[in-house]
């Protein structure tokens, strides 16, 4: 066994128990994270600022000591990286000039500027430097059909329409839209694992909107794309991957893809996933934020279910997306201490 139980996960048949991370733990449910935040004059400052990128890192680490870490960042790094605008209004969420035709993509560079996204390697580097030992670190990247969806549409949607839309109508520019941030989604975990990530994710959030052939066609393919890039270059680094509510089977996209872990949304049945997927392959999830809101007996059930459902598996205790600002910090003290026994 290694000195990181985050790693072991992936390393043992019958790890002793489940590590413990929670997406987005650096966030605004901390009053420290809180406190910073108006440092920066708005959201994407404050992603690349890396004093401030590394100090939101750490704080859910000193006051919890979850195995893992994730950067501070945001996934729409990339199309910010490839020349499109990106903004965040405060209450409203990210902004973005949006991509609605053909000849508008064209605009967008044909490379990530990685030297754009130097602060956000210079935080891993920062945050690595600063983690304990035991404390693993995780980079990330949003999956290009969730990007596509933002690009496209220029703010989130509930139902990703105006993506599905543009790709129905004009598949030939948005396969290249797919491609490019292939691509760029490459080139940005390859570089925040040469800055540090030990581990990295693949934030899928919009999968579970588009119907089979489609998902394979736009997420599917691409991050099976990105997974063999990335082990080509980092073949012990694991791979992550959050097809979040998606149609057609999970172990049907691990075989696919050939993830090492795959995050299950709140949906997600959790022993009939564990059931259908192979021993070797890592589960991730799927507590519903809520309930860890509410706390209490509630929260105690859902963790012990979750407990039951993955004894004697490889599993990473996580929500099934991401904690909510309203959660009382007590709660989460309750489940980090129920969860390690």
Same mark, same amino acid.
Request: hydrophobic fraction near 45%.
């Given at each position: 066994?290694?000195?990181?139980?985050?790693?072991?996960?992936?390393?043992?048949?019958?790890?002793?128990?489940?590590?413990?991370?929670?997406?987005?733990?650096?966030?605004?449910?901390?009053?420290?994270?809180?406190?910073?935040?108006?440092?920066?004059?708005?959201?994407?400052?404050?992603?690349?600022?890396?004093?401030?990128?590394?100090?939101?890192?750490?704080?859910?680490?000193?006051?919890?000591?979850?195995?893992?870490?994730?950067?501070?960042?945001?996934?729409?790094?990339?199309?910010?990286?490839?020349?499109?605008?990106?903004?965040?209004?405060?209450?409203?969420?990210?902004?973005?000039?949006?991509?609605?035709?053909?000849?508008?993509?064209?605009?967008?560079?044909?490379?990530?500027?990685?030297?754009?996204?130097?602060?956000?390697?210079?935080?891993?580097?920062?945050?690595?430097?600063?983690?304990?030992?035991?404390?693993?670190?995780?980079?990330?990247?949003?999956?290009?059909?969730?990007?596509?969806?933002?690009?496209?549409?220029?703010?989130?949607?509930?139902?990703?329409?105006?993506?599905?839309?543009?790709?129905?109508? +004009? %598949?030939?520019?948005?396969?290249?839209?797919?491609?490019? !941030?292939?691509? /760029?989604?490459? #080139?940005? *975990?390859? &570089?925040?694992?040469?800055?540090?990530?030990?581990?990295?994710?693949?934030?899928?959030?919009?999968?579970?909107?588009?119907?089979?052939?489609?998902?394979?066609?736009?997420?599917?393919?691409?991050?099976?794309?990105?997974?063999?890039?990335?082990?080509?270059?980092?073949?012990?680094?694991?791979?992550?991957?959050?097809?979040?509510?998606?149609?057609?089977?999970?172990?049907?996209?691990?075989?696919?893809?050939?993830?090492?872990?795959?995050?299950?949304?709140?949906?997600?049945?959790?022993?009939?996933?564990?059931?259908?997927?192979?021993?070797?392959?890592?589960?991730?999830?799927?507590? +519903? %934020?809520?309930?860890?809101?509410?706390?209490?007996?509630? !929260?105690?059930? /859902?963790?012990? #279910?979750? *407990?039951? &459902?993955?004894?004697?598996?490889?599993?990473?205790?996580?929500?099934?997306?991401?904690?909510?600002?309203?959660?009382?910090?007590?709660?989460?003290?309750?489940?980090?201490?129920?969860?390690?026994?």
């Amino acid at each position: 066994m290694s000195a990181k139980p985050f790693l072991d996960v992936f390393r043992s048949a019958q790890p002793a128990r489940p590590p413990i991370w929670m997406m987005r733990q650096a966030g605004r449910y901390l009053a420290e994270y809180r406190a910073i935040r108006s440092q920066a004059k708005n959201f994407l400052d404050f992603c690349y600022t890396p004093d401030l990128a590394i100090e939101a890192t750490l704080q859910p680490i000193r006051r919890f000591a979850f195995d893992a870490a994730i950067i501070f960042s945001d996934i729409l790094v990339i199309p910010d990286a490839l020349g499109q605008g990106v903004r965040f209004a405060e209450g409203e969420g990210p902004r973005l000039d949006a991509l609605e035709t053909r000849e508008a993509l064209q605009g967008l560079s044909k490379k990530l500027d990685r030297a754009k996204l130097e602060p956000v390697y210079e935080a891993l580097r920062g945050t690595r430097a600063a983690l304990p030992k035991e404390t693993t670190l995780i980079g990330f990247c949003g999956a290009p059909w969730t990007l596509a969806t933002y690009m496209i549409a220029g703010r989130g949607t509930p139902d990703q329409a105006p993506a599905r839309t543009f790709a129905y109508r +004009d %598949p030939e520019a948005f396969a290249g839209l797919i491609d490019l !941030l292939t691509d /760029a989604c490459i #080139d940005h *975990l390859i &570089a925040q694992i040469e800055a540090g990530a030990e581990v990295v994710q693949i934030f899928d959030s919009w999968a579970g909107t588009l119907p089979l052939r489609e998902f394979q066609a736009w997420g599917e393919k691409p991050v099976t794309t990105i997974i063999a890039a990335v082990k080509a270059r980092f073949p012990n680094v694991p791979v992550i991957a959050f097809p979040r509510a998606i149609s057609g089977g999970y172990n049907r996209f691990v075989t696919a893809t050939k993830c090492d872990a795959i995050s299950l949304d709140t949906s997600a049945v959790l022993t009939e996933a564990r059931a259908a997927l192979p021993d070797s392959v890592v589960t991730q999830g799927n507590l +519903d %934020p809520l309930v860890l809101i509410s706390g209490g007996k509630a !929260l105690d059930q /859902a963790i012990d #279910d979750i *407990l039951l &459902a993955v004894s004697g598996k490889r599993h990473i205790f996580n929500l099934g997306h991401g904690i909510l600002p309203q959660t009382p910090i007590e709660h989460v003290e309750r489940l980090v201490a129920r969860v390690r026994g």
